[in-house]
């Protein structure tokens, strides 16, 4: 059996190629079984054959809490998204500010970038903590995040 990466892999590249969904999710299938979060993460990022859109958000949803589950940063950075926008879920800062942590912790660029914002400015019930909210915030631009680019930029303004 092919490693899980190579599986992946050549499932990326038959989306790219041929667009075909089915094609795509019988690939990963093996994958998303077995539980590898990766697999289970992208498989929630592209809809089924006669998959409703409502079918499809809903199944993305689960997939993104089962990949999170296994501490995958871009699932658990997409939680966050979905909470703090209010997208598919009732909006919950607190609860986005968790997975926005969570995510930051794996290494997540982006996550990295909102929860500083929360620790700088002590939002979402976060403590206020402007020293690390810095570190987090230099770490994200580091990273290339151009949003926390243009927010040190703002910082240094003030």
């Not at 667009?19 to 019988?26: I, N, Q, S």
């Not at 079918?55 to 949803?61: A, C, G, K």
């Not at 997975?99 to 206020?128: C, T, V, W």
Request: net charge positive; charged share 25%; aromatic share 8%.
């Amino acid at each position: 059996m092919k490693e899980a990466k190579q599986v992946i892999r050549d499932a990326e590249l038959a989306w790219e190629r041929d667009k075909d969904c089915r094609a795509f999710h019988r690939a990963l299938g093996k994958l998303v079984l077995a539980n590898n979060p990766e697999a289970i993460y992208l498989s929630s990022t592209k809809m089924k054959p006669r998959e409703t859109v409502a079918q499809f958000e809903m199944r993305r949803f689960w997939c993104l809490h089962q990949a999170a589950r296994f501490g995958h940063a871009e699932s658990l950075y997409c939680l966050g998204v979905h909470y703090d926008g209010g997208d598919l879920i009732i909006k919950n800062g607190a609860i986005a500010s968790v997975y926005f942590r969570l995510a930051a912790e794996q290494g997540h660029p982006e996550a990295k970038f909102n929860h500083a914002l929360d620790l700088i400015n002590g939002s979402n019930g976060i403590k206020m903590d402007a020293e690390e909210g810095l570190r987090l915030l230099n770490a994200a631009a580091a990273l290339g995040v151009v949003a926390a680019k243009n927010e040190l930029n703002r910082l240094r303004k003030t």
